[in-house]
């Protein structure tokens, strides 16, 4: 296989491996921005993933043909953000510890996905395989060597995700919301005298945070999967925290962060086409992304920095 | 009689119950809209564990590597540290007791034994201390840390499973001949695959009370979790804290490690995903609410419905899954305390007019 076409997949793999890191990743910053901890985006993106599986297929039943997946991706977007609400519901309204409350999340998605799968589809473990997205050639653009191949060829929900990057960044920074969602993160009370609704800015902040999650694990159906089964999302959800703190809880820095998990998955796939890599014991292969992650935290990142008030429920009482 | 009710009226005690109360009550409601019959499905659970001999002694071998991995998770959140990376802890014990027990088989079993349990608490313990060491020294998120090292831990262990220790032919590696069982048990129990690693966690969970609650180190290690920067004005040495509590961390971790391989299987299979101990673990602590006592408490709660799920589904014919449900809202209503109270609110109101007659 010639050089070229090489590259090409392997940022094409990139970047269908990287999308639903993306889309979970940019939920942890929403709800991380406004103060909020989400160590739940694992639960979350079951619950999107168990929910574009479910409402893909029946919409393929009932003959919505190719807008199938878009039916399983909005199912998933409000699956997802019925799920956060219990997160925001303890967290915010009743002060629970945040971590706890996402964990919370992530043995309820565990256990109602699965149990709803078998309820609906008599006993058996996994949904049944849908169709899922098809891959999409943008017109001329995908004629370029490598990105042609490796960006324009992708999947609708990759373009999705690299629109969201830009459209978050700039909700983020450069609107008097963004700005809010931010300040609620980092001084609540200061935010709270100029008239911000701390409350209500952390409500959106996770409910945001969970149709993102939601649309993540729904790419993993649509685009890898085709069914949702227990093993479906194995610690995706994880992975996109690390990529949120990787990116310092900044949309472009999460995104270089989960296109660089991305990108040491998919090469695992293409270092084994190499004749040298049989030297090499298997193991070691999957661990490179693990080790690069810790080495690059080492080496360049330093001290990360959270917003000042994540993980601290508001108390207008309290100085 | 006074004493014992102030002891059991307090808010400590009563919250919890109460949140176990209605995480059963949600799982009957799922059950019934789901259109099974919740007293038939409870019945079967409790009757699984408490039915047989064999069974009871398996829920008590289920509930140990809890104890222990709960108590992992209790003492890193007591020192301000979340160490989601008790399940990568978990299997580098296992390795290191699969090492020990495998290849100096050839010493008397009371060295071997022994040593392979220190060893798989002492790597346990070192593992997470690299996650302790970066926090302290870098200032990188355990988090994040321990997440990838759960990773490395999976696949380093696999790799030595494969190379130094494998069962030919097999995805698992050989018979090791150090055994922690208690034999001795085997007729009362119906061959239930009990061990001695049930008396570790106890004791574990003796040495997390008085570490943390009666020794000055411990003193300190609390001190850091509540307030980092007050601990450092008064001198304390806080990344110095921050090792160590992971390391004592990892070390109850890896000793969940050498009960599994030493006491239950016998061998250490390669495997293929995350077996979810830390998982399982974080949930012990919540539900414990990071008391070492608690956390006792919650691994018996947790074993005994994770054990007794299997037999919901056989006698009952309710998905397993169900009981995720059931822990999942009991953690949730024990973290919304808000809730509960809520719901206590008409009985707090009549104590307190007593109170002032």
């Given at each position: 296989?010639?050089?070229l076409?090489?590259?090409?997949q392997?940022l094409?793999?990139?970047?269908v491996?990287?999308?639903a890191l993306?889309f979970?990743?940019l939920g942890?910053?929403?709800s991380?921005r406004?103060?909020v901890?989400n160590?739940?985006?694992?639960?979350?993106m079951?619950?999107?993933?168990?929910?574009a599986?479910?409402?893909?297929?029946?919409?393929?039943?009932?003959?919505?043909g190719?807008?199938a997946?878009w039916?399983?991706?909005?199912?998933?977007?409000?699956v997802?953000?019925?799920g956060?609400l219990i997160?925001?519901?303890?967290?915010?309204?009743?002060?629970?510890?945040?971590?706890?409350?996402g964990?919370?999340i992530?043995f309820?998605?565990?256990?109602?996905t699965?149990?709803?799968?078998?309820?609906?589809f008599e006993?058996s473990?996994?949904?049944?395989?849908?169709?899922?997205?098809?891959?999409?050639?943008?017109?001329?653009?995908?004629?370029?060597?490598?990105?042609?191949?490796?960006?324009?060829?992708?999947?609708p929900?990759?373009?999705?995700?690299?629109v969201l990057v830009?459209?978050i960044?700039?909700?983020?920074?450069?609107t008097?919301f963004?700005?809010r969602?931010?300040?609620?993160?980092?001084?609540?009370s200061?935010a709270?005298?100029?008239?911000v609704?701390v409350?209500?800015?952390?409500?959106i902040?996770?409910i945001l945070s969970?149709?993102?999650?939601?649309i993540?694990g729904?790419?993993?159906?649509?685009?890898?999967?085709s069914?949702?089964?227990?093993?479906?999302?194995?610690?995706q959800?994880?992975?996109?925290?690390?990529a949120?703190?990787?990116?310092?809880?900044?949309?472009?820095?999460?995104f270089g962060?989960?296109?660089f998990f991305?990108?040491?998955q998919?090469?695992r796939?293409?270092?084994?086409l190499?004749?040298?890599?049989?030297n090499?014991?298997?193991?070691?292969?999957?661990?490179?992304?693990y080790?690069?992650t810790?080495?690059?935290l080492?080496s360049?990142?330093?001290r990360?920095?959270?917003?000042?008030?994540?993980?601290?429920?508001?108390?207008?009482?309290?100085r | 009689m006074?004493?014992?009710?102030?002891?059991f009226?307090?808010?400590?005690y009563i919250?919890?119950?109460?949140?176990i109360l209605?995480?059963?009550?949600?799982?009957?409601?799922?059950?019934?809209?789901g259109?099974?019959?919740?007293?038939?499905?409870?019945s079967?659970?409790?009757?699984?564990?408490?039915?047989?001999?064999?069974?009871?002694?398996e829920a008590?071998?289920?509930?140990?590597?809890?104890?222990?991995?709960g108590?992992?998770v209790?003492?890193?959140f007591?020192?301000?540290?979340?160490n989601?990376?008790?399940?990568?802890?978990?299997?580098?014990?296992m390795?290191?007791a699969?090492v020990?027990?495998?290849k100096?088989?050839g010493?008397p079993?009371f060295?071997?034994v022994?040593?392979?349990?220190?060893a798989a608490?002492?790597?346990?313990?070192l593992?997470?201390?690299?996650?302790?060491y970066?926090?302290?020294?870098?200032?990188?998120?355990?988090?994040?840390?321990?997440?990838?090292?759960n990773?490395?831990?999976?696949?380093?262990s696999?790799?030595?499973?494969?190379?130094?220790?494998?069962?030919?032919g097999?995805?698992r590696?050989?018979?090791i001949?150090?055994?922690?069982?208690?034999?001795?048990?085997?007729?009362?129990?119906?061959?239930?695959r009990?061990?001695?690693g049930?008396?570790?966690?106890?004791?574990?969970a003796?040495?997390f009370?008085?570490?943390?609650w009666?020794s000055?180190?411990?003193?300190?290690?609390?001190a850091?979790g509540?307030?980092?920067?007050?601990?450092?004005y008064?001198?304390?040495?806080?990344g110095r804290?921050?090792?160590k509590?992971?390391f004592i961390?990892?070390v109850?971790?890896?000793?969940?490690?050498?009960?599994?391989v030493?006491?239950?299987?016998?061998?250490?299979?390669?495997?293929a995903?995350s077996?979810g101990?830390g998982?399982d673990?974080?949930?012990?602590?919540?539900?414990?609410?990071?008391?070492?006592?608690?956390?006792i408490?919650?691994?018996i709660?947790?074993?005994?419905?994770t054990y007794g799920?299997a037999?919901?589904s056989f006698?009952?014919?309710?998905?397993?899954e169900?009981i995720?449900?059931?822990?999942g809202?009991?953690?949730?209503?024990?973290?919304?305390?808000?809730?509960?109270?809520w719901?206590?609110?008409?009985f707090?109101?009549?104590?307190?007019k007593?109170?002032?007659?």
């Amino acid at each position: 296989m010639d050089v070229l076409t090489l590259l090409g997949q392997l940022l094409n793999t990139t970047l269908v491996f990287s999308t639903a890191l993306i889309f979970a990743a940019l939920g942890g910053i929403f709800s991380e921005r406004s103060g909020v901890v989400n160590i739940g985006l694992e639960g979350l993106m079951m619950f999107g993933a168990f929910a574009a599986a479910v409402g893909g297929y029946y919409a393929q039943d009932a003959g919505f043909g190719a807008w199938a997946p878009w039916v399983g991706v909005i199912c998933a977007i409000v699956v997802g953000a019925l799920g956060s609400l219990i997160h925001a519901v303890a967290s915010i309204t009743f002060k629970a510890d945040q971590t706890i409350s996402g964990t919370v999340i992530n043995f309820l998605a565990a256990g109602s996905t699965l149990y709803m799968v078998k309820l609906l589809f008599e006993g058996s473990g996994e949904t049944p395989l849908l169709a899922g997205f098809s891959k999409y050639k943008v017109p001329l653009l995908s004629d370029i060597p490598i990105i042609g191949e490796g960006i324009f060829s992708s999947y609708p929900t990759t373009y999705l995700a690299i629109v969201l990057v830009i459209v978050i960044y700039f909700v983020l920074f450069k609107t008097p919301f963004g700005l809010r969602l931010r300040a609620v993160g980092e001084h609540p009370s200061a935010a709270d005298t100029l008239g911000v609704n701390v409350n209500k800015m952390r409500y959106i902040g996770v409910i945001l945070s969970g149709m993102l999650a939601g649309i993540g694990g729904a790419t993993i159906t649509l685009t890898t999967t085709s069914t949702f089964a227990h093993n479906t999302i194995s610690g995706q959800g994880f992975i996109a925290i690390a990529a949120m703190i990787f990116g310092k809880w900044n949309p472009v820095g999460a995104f270089g962060a989960a296109v660089f998990f991305g990108f040491s998955q998919a090469i695992r796939n293409y270092v084994q086409l190499f004749e040298w890599s049989k030297n090499i014991p298997q193991e070691f292969i999957f661990m490179i992304p693990y080790v690069l992650t810790i080495i690059v935290l080492v080496s360049a990142v330093g001290r990360s920095s959270a917003p000042k008030a994540l993980g601290q429920p508001y108390d207008p009482g309290k100085r | 009689m006074q004493r014992f009710k102030k002891i059991f009226a307090t808010d400590v005690y009563i919250v919890p119950l109460v949140a176990i109360l209605l995480g059963f009550l949600v799982g009957a409601i799922v059950m019934i809209v789901g259109g099974y019959n919740p007293i038939e499905a409870y019945s079967a659970l409790f009757q699984r564990v408490f039915g047989s001999p064999y069974d009871f002694g398996e829920a008590i071998r289920e509930m140990t590597p809890l104890m222990l991995t709960g108590l992992a998770v209790a003492f890193a959140f007591r020192s301000g540290l979340f160490n989601i990376g008790a399940d990568g802890q978990v299997i580098i014990g296992m390795t290191a007791a699969s090492v020990i027990g495998i290849k100096f088989a050839g010493l008397p079993m009371f060295i071997v034994v022994p040593l392979s349990v220190i060893a798989a608490g002492l790597f346990g313990g070192l593992y997470a201390g690299i996650a302790g060491y970066l926090k302290a020294k870098r200032g990188i998120n355990e988090v994040i840390t321990t997440i990838m090292l759960n990773w490395i831990a999976l696949f380093l262990s696999n790799y030595i499973v494969r190379t130094f220790l494998l069962l030919p032919g097999q995805n698992r590696s050989e018979d090791i001949p150090a055994s922690l069982s208690m034999t001795f048990l085997n007729s009362l129990f119906d061959n239930a695959r009990l061990h001695w690693g049930t008396f570790i966690a106890l004791g574990a969970a003796t040495f997390f009370y008085i570490f943390l609650w009666k020794s000055k180190q411990g003193y300190e290690m609390r001190a850091v979790g509540l307030n980092p920067h007050a601990a450092e004005y008064a001198g304390m040495n806080v990344g110095r804290n921050v090792i160590k509590a992971m390391f004592i961390s990892g070390v109850f971790a890896g000793l969940a490690g050498a009960g599994e391989v030493l006491g239950v299987f016998h061998y250490q299979s390669i495997f293929a995903a995350s077996p979810g101990y830390g998982f399982d673990g974080i949930a012990v602590a919540l539900l414990g609410l990071t008391h070492p006592l608690g956390v006792i408490l919650a691994a018996i709660l947790y074993g005994t419905l994770t054990y007794g799920s299997a037999g919901m589904s056989f006698g009952a014919d309710v998905p397993p899954e169900l009981i995720r449900i059931v822990i999942g809202s009991i953690i949730f209503f024990i973290a919304a305390q808000g809730i509960v109270r809520w719901v206590l609110k008409p009985f707090y109101f009549k104590r307190k007019k007593e109170k002032v007659l």
